[in-house]
């Protein structure tokens, strides 16, 4: 099994459609995670992270945390033709604190068409 | 946040040789960490490189394929050794940002073996 999941895509939306990404990940105890974007031939840029449950906002992005139901998920508002990239899921493989040593997923290609 | 410089960006090394792929931080960082992307897939952990100390290497990864120093606080090199072209991929270097809940990425080198 893998430690982090995430739907390959390729994922395509209109301009100013919402995104939805998804993620689950299979250690229970994970305590950070992480979004990244990564452009096409560029390395990966943090977007967002969530350490609590529930949804925390920054600016067009949300990033939702379950971890009952071992599930994290990143939602664009109003995307943009900017915004097209792949996008990582990254989870702390870690229970203490060292949040350098991740676990990431395959990424899910986003296209935003204008 | 940290600048990271890593060198080279890119080169195409010929098969059987060793590469050494450095990292410079503009501030001092206690942990710094080496992943690898090969083509079409997400990003692996190589290894922590802690200063003062030996890199611990994940599973899957040996310090003769992969030495790495860490002379200093701002300073890291990995080598990739003997290299195949299954060895082509991207290697990035990591850090965790001071407050502990960053992760910043260089910008990634890009080795094509042929």
């Known amino acids: 099994q893998k430690e982090v999941e995430q739907n390959s895509g390729p994922l395509s939306v209109p301009e100013g459609a919402i995104a939805s990404l998804n993620c689950t990940y299979s250690?229970?105890?994970?305590?950070?995670f992480f979004w990244y974007r990564q452009y096409s031939g560029k390395s990966p840029e943090l977007i967002m992270s969530?350490?609590?449950?529930g949804d925390k906002e920054d600016g067009r992005f949300t990033a939702q945390l379950n971890k009952a139901s071992q599930y994290v998920s990143l939602l664009i508002r109003d995307s943009q033709p900017s915004d097209s990239a792949t996008y990582l899921c990254?989870?702390?493989?870690?229970?203490?604190?060292?949040?350098?040593?991740?676990?990431f997923g395959r990424g899910t290609q986003l296209t935003v068409w204008p | 946040s940290a600048v990271i410089s890593q060198k080279p960006s890119r080169d195409i090394c010929q098969r059987g040789t060793s590469l050494t792929i450095q990292c410079q931080v503009d501030?001092?960082?206690?942990?710094m960490f080496w992943y690898r992307q090969q083509p079409g897939q997400s990003l692996t952990l190589i290894a922590t490189?802690?200063?003062?100390?030996?890199?611990?290497?994940e599973s899957g990864f040996v310090i003769d394929k992969f030495p790495i120093s860490r002379p200093n606080l701002t300073f890291s090199t990995l080598t990739v050794s003997n290299m195949s072209p299954e060895d082509s991929s991207i290697y990035l270097c990591?850090?965790?940002?001071?407050?502990?809940?960053?992760?910043?990425f260089g910008e990634g080198s890009w080795l094509t073996v042929v």
């Open positions: 250690d229970r105890v994970s305590q950070s």
């Open positions: 969530i350490y609590s449950n």
């Open positions: 990591s850090l965790q940002g001071n407050l502990g809940n960053t992760i910043y």
């Open positions: 501030s001092q960082v206690t942990m």
């Open positions: 990254a989870v702390n493989r870690d229970r203490g604190s060292t949040l350098g040593r991740l676990y």
């Open positions: 490189a802690n200063q003062g100390s030996e890199a611990t290497y």
